[in-house]
T-cell receptor
């Protein structure tokens, strides 16, 4: 149980366009989802915390107008990279915690490799 | 920000136990220690977590010192498939508590 699915797994887009990444919890309900970014040979960097039905909370230095997060249901959160530039090329990973549990672990998706040309 | 310190890399012979240390000297009383690993180009995989008692599951054992300022993840019989980056994370663990990743330990299991 506790499967998190991300789509797409890979995407290539042109500079200036927008890209949407979906994160779904397949077999549980998630009130909170987290979005991370990972550059080559580096650790995961938390970008934002996404709560169902409310605005996302962004980490310091992350542009909320560039990285739009929508958590419209208990099983789906989306990250839209707007006006993408080559420096936005990265590995984006989402994770989720189960509804109604304390001391819970995070369950991660398998990531989305974004390449901006 | 990450509250943990780990050695950047370690090697382990196949079949031997891999002992991965983690320092978390500023851990607070309600925070858990979590271990995840990441194999190249995949999402992190949960391994184990604990509060103050030692824990064991089918993947690994977690030894937490009595003062909770450090812990050790033990893979009892390392295989080549255990080659990965291992992350130690401290978090309150409640839904909505953030998980901040440190730099992790790159474990290489050698045949």
């Amino acid at each position: 149980g506790a499967v998190v699915s991300q789509h797409p797994s890979r995407v290539i887009c042109k500079s200036g366009t927008s890209v949407k990444i979906e994160c779904r919890s397949l077999d549980f309900q998630a009130t909170t989802m987290f979005w991370y970014r990972q550059f080559p040979k580096q650790s995961l960097m938390l970008m934002a915390t996404s709560n169902e039905g409310s605005k996302a909370t962004y980490e310091q230095g992350v542009e909320k107008d560039k990285f739009l997060i929508n958590h419209a249901s208990l099983t789906l959160s989306t990250l839209t990279v707007t006006s993408a530039h080559p420096e936005d090329s990265s590995f984006y990973i989402c994770s989720a915690t189960k509804l109604g549990t304390a001391k819970e672990t995070l369950h991660f998706g398998n990531g989305t490799r974004l390449t901006v040309t | 920000d990450a509250k943990t310190t780990q050695p950047p890399s370690m090697d382990c012979a196949e079949g031997r136990a891999a002992n991965l240390p983690c320092n978390h000297s500023t851990i607070s009383g309600n925070e858990y220690v979590y271990w995840y690993r990441q194999i190249h180009s995949q999402g992190p995989q949960y391994i184990i977590h604990g509060l103050k008692n030692n824990e064991t599951n089918e993947m690994a054992s977690l030894i937490i010192t009595e003062d909770r300022k450090s812990s050790t993840l033990i893979l009892p019989h390392a295989t080549l498939r255990d080659t990965a980056v291992y992350y130690c994370i401290v978090s309150g663990g409640y839904t909505g508590n953030q998980f901040y990743f440190g730099t992790g330990t790159s474990l290489t299991v050698i045949p």
